[in-house]
């Protein structure tokens, strides 16, 4: 069975930085592609981004350029380097992994993700 579990969540001021992780056990990088996914209170659950065996990457159009999507497989961590933090940031973040859909697809998509993490909680206060 696949496992994932997210760490690295906290309480910034707008402008700061997080680095979450993900430590993946029973599954290869090279098998799966993987995403980050965020759910606000009151709202649906949305791609940020995610990543592909090859390293190719997808951004929601809310995050280009503040986020970035990593894995050392090395480590077999999947990393979001999240900087730029604003309040609208604030959410449930989830890491996800499925085998079948590409970047594009999870970031599109929460649907299209079938492993979930059970979610780190990221608050930024203005």
């Known amino acids: 069975q696949v496992q994932l579990a997210e760490s690295g969540g906290g309480s910034v001021q707008a402008g700061g930085s997080l680095r979450l992780s993900c430590a993946v056990s029973r599954f290869y990088f090279n098998s799966f592609s993987m995403g980050w996914y965020r759910q606000a209170p009151g709202k649906e659950r949305e791609g940020v981004a995610a990543?592909?065996?090859?390293?190719?990457?997808v951004y929601a159009d809310s995050v280009k350029d503040r986020f970035t999507i990593s894995h050392d497989s090395a480590e077999n961590t999947l990393y979001l380097q999240m900087n730029g933090l604003t309040p609208e940031d604030t959410a449930m973040y989830y890491c996800?992994?499925?085998?079948?859909?590409?970047?594009?697809?999870?970031?599109?998509?929460?649907?299209?993700?079938?492993?979930w993490g059970q979610g780190t909680q990221v608050t930024v206060s203005s």
């Open positions: 996800a992994a499925d085998r079948w859909s590409g970047p594009s697809a999870l970031v599109r998509s929460h649907s299209a993700a079938r492993f």
């Open positions: 990543i592909d065996s090859d390293g190719n990457t």
